[in-house]
């Protein structure tokens, strides 16, 4: 079976610590996303990497970086985390064809910031 | 920045119903994406299509490219369909519908 695994399910983190994130997949995807997902917004990109070393912002990078030193691996960071940033956060990965490419999602790491 | 609508945003339906999921979007495509997503978080691919009508075991997806319009069908429906089910677009990038939340009851 492919998969996206992430490496906690949930977290609790305090204003201002930095939180890190984790995904891999086992596909040998090109493609990396980040997203979150809030009630009545659906899922928002944060940053996607189209190969080791690269990244590209999506649509709401503020507060967020990342990370892509190997292939499989596929790092969210927040520097500072904020109560603005309690959210579901969603890995996904995905194959190079542009319309037969399928997401695949892991499991969701849900962070509350208190 | 393309617009995806779904409805109805919530449905319950008694089991063994035919359901019918409507998503819609207001620019041009090059494929759209159909995803289930259970409590906890997790979230499923059921179809990618880019025109005409795909079916596995009792969905079935379909999608009209000249009205921007794609359906999500759900034949003879049991309490284990009842998930989250999202529409996503793929304009570069995917954009996502909101989601709606299916409960069928024994």
């Known amino acids: 079976d492919v998969k996206v695994t992430q490496s906690s399910r949930y977290l609790v983190k305090r204003t201002g610590e930095k939180v890190f994130l984790e995904c891999v997949q086992d596909?040998?995807?090109?493609?990396m996303f980040w997203y979150r997902q809030d009630p009545g917004l659906g899922l928002r990109l944060i940053y996607f990497?189209?190969?080791?070393?690269?990244?590209e912002k999506g649509d709401i990078p503020e507060g967020y970086s990342v990370s892509r030193e190997k292939k499989e691996r596929f790092s969210l960071i927040l520097e500072s985390a904020s109560t603005n940033q309690t959210s579901m956060y969603l890995c996904?990965?995905?194959?190079?064809?542009?319309?037969?490419?399928?997401?695949?999602f892991g499991e969701g790491s849900r962070l509350t910031v208190l | 920045k393309n617009e995806v609508e779904q409805s109805p945003q919530n449905l319950t339906a008694q089991e063994g119903e035919f359901i019918t999921i409507n998503c819609s979007y207001s620019?041009?495509?090059?494929?759209l994406h159909w995803l289930q997503q259970h409590p906890g978080g997790g979230i499923v691919s059921l179809f990618m299509?880019?025109?005409g009508k795909k079916k596995h075991g009792r969905l079935i997806a379909t999608i009209n490219i000249q009205e921007k319009h794609s359906s999500l069908h759900i034949t003879a429906s049991h309490p284990r369909d009842s998930a989250v089910y999202i529409c996503?677009?793929?304009?570069?990038?995917?954009?996502f519908g909101t989601g709606t939340s299916l409960t069928v009851i024994p």
């Open positions: 996904a990965s995905r194959g190079t064809h542009p319309n037969t490419g399928e997401l695949f």
């Open positions: 596909m040998d995807h090109e493609n």
């Open positions: 990497s189209y190969d080791v070393k690269m990244k």
């Open positions: 620019v041009g495509i090059s494929a």
């Open positions: 299509l880019s025109s």
């Open positions: 996503a677009v793929k304009v570069g990038q995917f954009y």
